[in-house]
């Protein structure tokens, strides 16, 4: 009988790019018409998205963590896969010395231990899956709230995503922010974890 075990796999994501907003003036004509003009001093930039998964801190510390669970997750399966299949090899073994009623009893129960063991497999396929998702959400957010403030501060209109996987062939050193926008996001996350209260075991002392 084969092993079982749960594959698990952080996907790296590159959905970092955020179009910001373009900003047409309308003007008025002598004839009182309204014509749409063109945004004037469009300004663009770019990030690598994998430079920002590399060095991006809360990525990596998250990544870390996910993947820690994983691992732990991953063990206990193998150790409910080994125990069903060391059941199923005592079977064979004993099955000789066993009525038809006992071999019957026995063989259903480990159909039964198996289906519950390939449910608890799909229930942990699932919670990682979730927690993939969440983590996935929580770094666009960060993301692309930090370029929205970032394109305002230096008037930037569009930032690009820049990477093997993206539309975007070639892009100028000069337009490339990557690391002015990892530099932010790692001072926003230090300053967060700064900020957040360190819980600390609580001593009871007794009065004598």
Known sequence: MKNLSLILNIVLFAAVAVLYYLHFSTQKSSSKSTEISAPKDLNI???NSDSVLKYYDYF????DKLESKGKK???DLRNRAQSFQNDYEAYQR???NLTIGQAKAVEEDLAKKQQNLQLYQQSLSQ???VEEGKMTQELYKRVTDHLKVYGEQNGLQIVLKYDPTSDVLFGGP???I???VVDGLN???ASEKESTPVKKDSVKTKKK
């Open 187 to 189: 001072k926003e996350y």
């Open 174 to 176: 000069s337009l490339d």
């Open 60 to 63: 990596k510390v998250n990544r």
């Open 94 to 96: 004993n099955v000789s």
């Open 127 to 129: 919670e990682m899956s």
């Open 45 to 47: 930039a770019y990030i």
């Open 73 to 75: 997750l991953d063990q």
């Open 178 to 180: 990557t690391k002015q």
